[in-house]
């Protein structure tokens, strides 16, 4: 899997309910850490459309992890957003732990999540070296927090194209839809052009069954050559 910017693999990584202050190429499956899940809190089960940094060619895109071949893809222009994130590099699979620390930072902070949290991954596990990987863990923001930890980086997600699909159940099962999404991408004449993003739309510790997870996976894309 390979795009201009590298190839990306996914993680697994569940929302954090907001707190209130006034490659067909094959795929290397990550496993899930689980341990990331007791870094959730216990809120309510929380959907972000987000209306104000997207905009759908195609309303009600979901699909089911039980048949990822058939998800449902379409695509949409996705808006310039800001967010906050820590820069990690090394085992994606150790990307839980970076989230745990993420969302503490957070909490000391008066950085104020605006949506979903997610995942950018730059880098092949196929291709680069394990220690080289690179990634990010992220929370949108509406703003630039102003008193945040010198750890905490703030960037924006570029303006962009972008394939997507929304699919529901477990996050662990999401690296079964991506096949689906390069082989669309290839019938279109696209070619991926960006890190690849998941967002984590509902709050695991908040639903009764893991089919009630929904993950939206975009992949940024230009014509290819």
Do not use: H
């Not at 992890?65 to 998800?71: E, K, M, Q, R, Y």
């Not at 503490?104 to 999540?113: G, K, Y």
């Not at 008193?147 to 905490?152: C, I, R, T």
Request: include cysteine.
């Amino acid at each position: 899997m390979s795009s201009t910017n590298g190839g990306i693999l996914p993680m697994q990584i569940p929302m954090k309910n907001p707190r209130k202050r006034s490659r067909p190429p094959l795929l290397l499956c990550i496993l899930f850490v689980s341990s990331a899940c007791a870094a959730v809190g216990t809120g309510r089960a929380v959907g972000v459309r987000e209306a104000s940094a997207e905009i759908p060619t195609t309303p009600d895109i979901l699909g089911s992890l039980d048949a990822p071949d058939a998800a449902p893809t379409s695509w949409k222009e996705r808006l310039a957003a800001s967010y906050v994130y820590l820069e990690e590099r090394g085992d994606y699979r150790d990307l839980g732990d970076a989230m745990r620390r993420l969302l503490n930072l957070v909490e000391v902070s008066d950085v104020e999540p605006s949506g979903a949290p997610f995942t950018l991954f730059f880098d092949d596990p196929g291709e680069v070296p394990v220690q080289e990987l690179r990634a990010r863990v992220c929370i949108p923001v509406g703003r630039r927090p102003v008193d945040a930890p010198p750890a905490l980086g703030f960037d924006t997600l570029p303006r962009a194209m972008v394939l997507y699909t929304r699919v529901r159940g477990s996050y662990a099962d999401v690296p079964r839809v991506y096949p689906t999404l390069f082989r669309a991408l290839q019938e279109r004449g696209w070619a991926a052009a960006g890190p690849i993003r998941e967002s984590y739309l509902v709050n695991p510790s908040s639903v009764a069954s893991v089919e009630e997870l929904i993950t939206e996976v975009q992949i940024p894309w230009t014509p290819a050559r």
